[in-house]
């Protein structure tokens, strides 16, 4: 059995946050009745001229220096020439020779914690084409509310960093996670904002020769990515391992059946008969205006995830989780701001609450509990008013009505023994009930207490203090 590798070159598209469409004055919005956000440009009448969106290309500027580009100063829009329903001018306003970010790279993290540098070779804009929607029998709509909507194509270097699914997802995951740091893009996969093409070709490990790639259109999860390569990768395999030609094509990805299905081949590469766009003027950017550019840009995600390690002394496993997403990296910053202990939270926002959120298939940004509430709740627990797991089930009353944690303590009636006299007759009902334990600890087995531990916390209803009982309860065995 030979073993293979799989080798991942990635195109993504993502679309941009303007209010505008690229080339006119529609709307850039989702959703809708169709065919309601167009005008003569976008349905490309003849007669209409593009005007290119200056916001667009503001973005993608921001967005090829985050991915470390070479801007390039002098560049142009190009046709981009083939025929679909779906693209009415008949051609699609794009860049060819000229892109606006070239040589650029992002590190992604791998699962044993190495870095690993993913080369991007070009960031362009281009726009969007409309939508077909079939309808059913032999009935197709289309739809141009997405035509013209500005469009930035970030392509992977030749030939590829990426050769296992896993690097591939951690790619997407980091992609996205920089664009909506900068404001760039929203990354809603699913609804079809940013969107990941993949090219797959396999070869047996060790080797540095390419074999065909089949390629893999508009994956819209970090799962699908993932799984479609994987796919990918096993059938390739088996096909060379039966002796079948791996043939260049195009592939859908069904996410119910797992299962990657032929849309068609590719014997050659299409013909586009790119030219310079006539139509709009050549953009030039000048030294101090990209300068101001790059001095705009936000804190990224690995310069933040070094900063949480430094600045709150988190475990580098932790700050990257926080720092994936800028809410979630938002969301603990402003809880910590409220003075509760950043481990603590830390712990919380990547452990229970994360758990909550993802659960309800939500957003952090939305959710009941507010950042100072989730202070607030930590501080209750720090200071030995109420015990972890009480503050945990706390948390989720908070997540489910969005009252506080003072108010829920306050309802429930929670007060947490913490009067000594209290726990030692607690402590002393339990160790007279457990003389066996009681005489195992005493001859040096420690992990017994937790048993102790447990039982006078069962006794209380959970509501001891945990330090003062740890305490009062090594004191009494002395
Ligand atoms: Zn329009």
Redesign the pocket.
Known sequence: MIKFEAVVGMECHAELLTES?MF?G?ANDFGGASNTR??P??LGLPGSLPVANRIAVELVVKAALALNCEIARDCRFARKNYFYPDLPKGYQISQYEDPIGQNGWLDITMADGAIKRVHIRRVHLEEDTGKLIHAGGNESEVDYNRS?VPLMEIVTEFPPDITTPSEAKAYIEKLRAILVYLGVCDGKMEEGHLRAEPNVSIRPVGSDKHGVKTELKNLNSFRAVERGIAYELERQADMIEHGVIVRQETLGWNDATGKTYHMRFKEEEQEYRYFPEPDLAPLHFEDDEVSQWRAELPELPDAKRERFVSQYDLRPYDAEVLTGSRAVADYFETATRCGADPKAVANYVTGDLMRLVNASAGDISQIKILPDELANLLKLRESGRITNNIAKSILEEMFVSGKGAQEIVDARGISVVSDEGALTTHIDQVLSANPDVVAKIRAGNDKSIGFLVGQVMKATKGQARPDLLNKLLKERIG
């Open positions: 469409k006119c529609c167009t005008c440009v976008c013209g």
